[in-house]
């Protein structure tokens, strides 16, 4: 069995502040995982905000250098990929999906540019008509087609149809692996099922593997295979979703299990925070303890 | 497209009401001005020759009736707007009876060639430098640009200026200081008068342009420093568009926009002149002929030359916002 993707020991200290008063941040601690290159995934990654899930997804796109461990993709570290040719192959096989897809796209380039920019550099495509394939095809796949989106303005299409567009576009040159950062937090509650399942199809069909990165627990159970569990940088609990999410074991896991809304309770006007004992338990233990292998085939930071 | 046409015509509309408003203004405020042209006149004819009271009377009453000061002020408003629309200013008053549009055409070349060559080149030199400075931040010598560019915007221009022509003019006299083109050189459409007017332009220009491209630099600098860190920047790297490619394509397109805004007005503005550039250079040109005007008390060379400005600047936005719609895509037109 051949490794996809090794993250082994990585860390991230952001450093702020200048000469006299500085200050550190870790935004992410010592996280271990490997994705397979034969079982296509989806390794699902949550947390709050500010918990390091951007950041970890920003270094295996190798967008920032971890200050400490290594991101092996196929093998090869970030640093061993110092030539264009070398990028652009890379590139090829790992490909993201942002949050915001009104941010994704400049404003004043029609939103089919970006779908030909990557058909050309990363696909190689040549002529007008397979350059036009390669992105009708890549539509085709997430419900759209180019005759839909063809000459349009990131302004005049919706955040679900821009979403799609940004996950067509990442699927042009045929990744192996998606980075999807909250790929559904911007989009409308009605149209992020369609997102989320395409997500699923493209696993089950494309056999490509995903790392979703999310906060929201109800779509990570019902898509994922495996989850991280991060909280302040540290993964407090990691494992196949079904175990972890039935019975989450660490306290910042059963803190965010218990703080899921429900509309039922919603309704009956019996919304309450989250148990204080609870939150006490969550929040004292952040950064506490080892990882701890469990019989289940979950891993749980323990005192 | 219907919508764009009556936009326009909006727009127009629009124009035509800050004409007549700017062109109004600047009548009430060149009648408001202490110097009367008769008296200017009179006190030049009696420096010469000694002449009694009663002929410098008629001599008053002869000249006021002739520049048309007899009549009250909102006739000589209505007359003012009748001449305007056949393109006559009427009369200079210093230099009667020469009409006044003829000695500012005889000044708006040099104006406008010197302003339209400065600003230009201040605003692609400014905006380059600054959009490569947001880009490349890292880089020496673009933070040493910046620092220079830092020194010299708050010097007066005028300080700037001077400097120039004792450096340039005297310690190390290498270009001409003073006037259009140099004396010996008969005007016409020859090699010689071409390169002379160059020669003189060099220190006015690039006077101007060390002073002007600061606000471009630093402008443009914070644009595309903002602008490097949207999403749509990473993703076309990640798309893998090369480069060069992005930073012409994806950050300074995207910037330059409300840059193109401001260097239209700035077009627009060169038919004020620039007073200082011309006094500091004696360089022939509008600014020169309008400090003349407004010492001589002649209200028809002063409003001619502010309805021209008021014209020109409004005209310029006018224009912006025709293009704007081309420019970016998400301003809807109507």
Redesign the interface.
């Known amino acids: 069995m051949s490794t996809l993707l090794e993250v082994s020991n990585v860390s991230m200290r952001f450093v702020m502040g200048g000469l006299f008063s500085r200050n550190h941040i870790d935004a992410v601690v010592d996280a271990n995982f490997t994705l397979s290159a034969e079982n296509p995934e989806i390794f699902t990654i949550i947390g709050e905000s500010g918990s390091g899930k951007t950041t970890l997804a920003r270094m295996i796109?190798g967008?920032e250098k971890p200050t400490a461990g290594d991101i092996l993709f196929e093998g090869k570290s970030a640093a061993e990929r110092n030539t264009r040719a070398a990028r652009?192959a890379f590139?090829r096989r790992v490909?993201?999906v942002?949050q915001?897809p009104f941010?994704?796209?400049?404003?004043?380039?029609q939103v089919d540019r970006?779908l030909e920019?990557?058909a050309r550099?990363?696909l190689g495509a040549r002529s007008k008509a397979d350059v036009d394939a390669a992105m009708d095809d890549a539509l085709q796949k997430v419900g759209l087609s180019l005759k839909e989106i063809a000459g349009r303005?990131a302004?005049e299409l919706s955040g679900g149809q821009l979403q799609r567009v940004?996950i067509a576009?990442a699927l042009i040159p045929n990744p192996a692996l998606l980075i999807a950062d909250e790929p559904v937090s911007m989009v409308d509650a009605s149209l992020r099922m369609s997102i989320v399942n395409l997500l699923k199809e493209l696993r089950d069909t494309l056999k490509v593997s995903v790392i979703y990165i999310t906060h929201d627990l109800a779509t990570a159970y019902y898509i994922s295979d495996r989850i991280i569990i991060m909280q302040k940088g540290h993964v407090v609990e990691m494992g196949p979703a079904r175990t972890v999410l039935d019975t989450p074991e660490h306290p910042y896991s059963q803190l965010l299990k218990s703080s899921v809304l429900s509309i039922d309770a919603a309704g009956m006007g019996d919304l309450r925070p989250a148990d204080r004992a609870m939150a006490e338990a969550a929040w004292s233990r952040a950064g506490q303890g080892a990882l701890v292998a469990r019989d289940d085939g979950r891993m749980v930071r323990t005192a | 497209m219907p919508s764009f046409i009556l936009f326009a015509f909006k727009r127009f509309l629009q124009l035509a009401a800050v004409i007549f408003a700017g062109t109004s203004l600047a009548f009430v405020v060149a009648k408001l001005s202490p110097i009367s042209p008769v008296e200017t006149i009179i006190g030049r004819v009696t420096n010469r020759a000694s002449m009694s009271p009663t002929a410098i009377q008629s001599l008053r009453e002869t000249y006021t009736e002739l520049f048309g000061l007899d009549i009250p002020l909102w006739q000589q408003y209505l007359n003012f707007w009748g001449r305007l629309f056949t393109g006559d200013f009427g009369p200079s008053l210093v230099a009667y009876p020469t009409p006044a549009i003829d000695l500012i055409l005889l000044a708006l070349p040099w104006t406008v060639g010197l302003l339209t060559v400065a600003v230009i080149l201040t605003w692609i030199i400014g905006n380059l430098l600054g959009g490569l400075a947001g880009y490349y931040q890292n880089s020496r010598l673009l933070k040493a640009v910046g620092v220079v560019a830092i020194g010299i915007q708050p010097i007066p221009y005028y300080i700037v200026a001077f400097l120039m022509v004792i450096i340039f003019g005297y310690l190390w006299p290498v270009l001409p200081i003073s006037g259009g083109f140099a004396m010996n050189v008969r005007p016409g459409f020859t090699p010689q008068f071409v390169l002379s007017i160059l020669h003189h332009a060099i220190l006015p220009a690039s006077s101007l342009v060390l002073v002007g491209m600061g606000t471009w630099f630093f402008g443009m600098r914070a644009l595309v420093s903002n602008i490097v860190t949207e999403d749509y920047v990473t993703y076309a790297e990640l798309a893998g568009v090369e480069q060069r490619k992005i930073v012409s394509s994806y950050v300074m397109r995207n910037a330059i926009v409300p840059q193109l805004t401001a260097l239209a007005m700035a077009l627009g503005g060169i038919f004020s002149g620039t007073i200082i550039t011309e006094q500091v250079f004696a360089y022939p040109g509008l600014g020169t002929l309008l400090i003349r005007a407004v010492n001589g008390g002649d209200t028809t060379l002063v409003l001619a030359v502010s309805c021209i400005s008021v014209i020109a600047v409004a005209t310029a936005i006018f224009i912006v916002d025709l293009l704007h719609p081309f420019l970016d895509p998400r301003v809807r037109v109507g």
């Open positions: 796109l967008l652009l590139m490909q993201p942002f915001n941010e994704t796209f400049n404003p004043l380039k970006y920019a990557t550099s990363l303005y302004h940004a576009r």
